[in-house]
């Protein structure tokens, strides 16, 4: 069974860091693009970031722009995000997904695109 794994969440003050970690099983992430999503709670899945196929055209949510980084190894088969200046507001369940297309597109951050889900991973940003 194909299967992404999330890792990397936690707490973290307001300013601070974290890199998530979006690994791969039974298939190989290069020949697709990645995206990164959010969920609070009570709100809706929202797209945060996509990066194609070879990582050279990455998309972001204007909340996160300039604060958030995705970028990926393919040689490990692992797809990361960096988030710095983390805000209370970033605290969300993060999920990475597998887009159908090996680039990301004008719709990036709609959920049709995607077609496996990891699990998610806990962020939660509080002092």
């Known amino acids: 069974q194909l299967q992404l794994v999330e890792s990397g969440g936690g707490l973290v003050q307001p300013g601070g860091s974290l890199r998530l970690s979006c690994a791969a099983s039974r298939f190989t992430l290069d020949d697709y693009a990645i995206g990164w999503f959010r969920q609070a709670p009570g709100k809706e899945r929202e797209g945060v970031s996509c990066?194609?196929?070879?990582?050279?055209?990455?998309n972001y949510a204007d909340s996160v722009k300039g604060r958030f980084t995705a970028f990926r190894d393919n040689a490990k088969n692992t797809v990361y995000l960096q988030m710095n200046s983390l805000k209370p507001e970033d605290t969300a369940v993060y999920y990475c997904?597998?887009?159908?297309?090996?680039?990301?597109?004008?719709?990036?951050?709609?959920?049709?695109?995607?077609?496996?889900w990891g699990q998610g991973t806990q962020v939660t940003v509080s002092s």
């Open positions: 990066i194609s196929l070879s990582g050279s055209s990455t």
């Open positions: 997904a597998r887009n159908i297309f090996s680039r990301c597109g004008s719709t990036w951050n709609a959920r049709t695109w995607y077609n496996y």
